[in-house]
């Protein structure tokens, strides 16, 4: 009895955190994966890992188990929500093409969020989260959320989620999706743009051509073929991307931790 009361609050705030992050981490929260399954996943995890979770002090079950409860959810959101960040950037860069290409207005249902998002947006989005896991993305957000576990301790009754350091690391993800969307979204918007300076010029040129009639299955068939000749560009760039988001991943875990 006495061991029960020992562990279970431990488990209980494992789980918490692991529950938080499941539900937000890129992949693993998609629409797609049954709830069950995330709760089943997350208290797997937690019943595997919860033994093996550094704490110097017990944690009773009393008023202050709240205050860990609640900074144990926004730990693990937090974690998730910064990783997310970069299939944002994915997406909002198919969403600035299929502006050039005239897909804007035939969205998709994306199966990860259940959002409407554009056509190219969705191919690189599945494309994305498959480069993630082939190059074992999934593998990597388990050990970096059990690292978290000594980079915020659970004992740790708060931390500073209003801290500056933290806020700033938001600013700069936030601003190095959109950076990382336009730069992925470059290279076929600007042969878009050509694309169209070029149907522009024979409009002029020629007054009798019908522009409006094949100006679009033009500019349609250009952007599918630039869209498979970057494709090895863009798994390159995924790849320092995915770097980048493991890297905001430990920084935010070092703010979180060294705050008070």
Do not use: C
């Amino acid at each position: 009895m006495q061991l029960i009361l020992q562990y279970f609050p431990v488990f209980l705030l494992v789980f918490v955190r692991m529950t938080a992050f499941i539900v937000t981490a890129p992949v693993i929260s998609a629409r797609g994966v049954p709830a069950q399954t995330k709760v089943g996943l997350a208290f797997l995890m937690a019943f595997i890992s919860f033994a093996y979770v550094p704490y110097s002090t017990p944690i009773p079950l009393d008023l202050t188990f709240v205050m860990h409860v609640m900074k144990e959810a926004l730990v693990g959101m937090l974690l998730g929500l910064i990783l997310q960040m970069i299939f944002y950037a994915v997406q909002v860069a198919g969403g600035l093409v299929d502006m050039q290409n005239g897909f804007a207005l035939a969205n998709v249902i994306d199966p990860r969020t259940g959002a409407y998002v554009p056509i190219t947006g969705n191919f690189k989005n599945i494309i994305a989260t498959l480069y993630f896991l082939s190059m074992d993305g999934h593998h990597m957000l388990i050990r970096g959320i059990i690292a978290s576990y000594r980079a915020v301790p659970l004992d740790k009754a708060w931390v500073g989620f209003g801290s500056e350091p933290l806020f700033y690391l938001a600013v700069k993800s936030f601003s190095y999706m959109f950076m990382s969307a336009f730069l992925i979204a470059a290279p076929m918007a600007v042969a878009l743009f050509l694309v169209d300076l070029s149907l522009g010029i024979i409009a002029k040129s020629v007054p009798q051509f019908n522009i409006f009639v094949v100006g679009l299955p033009i500019k349609i068939i250009a952007s599918f073929l630039m869209l498979f000749v970057v494709l090895p560009g863009f798994l390159v760039v995924l790849s320092e991307l995915f770097k980048r988001m493991f890297m905001a991943m430990s920084e935010m875990m070092t703010i979180l931790g060294g705050s008070t």
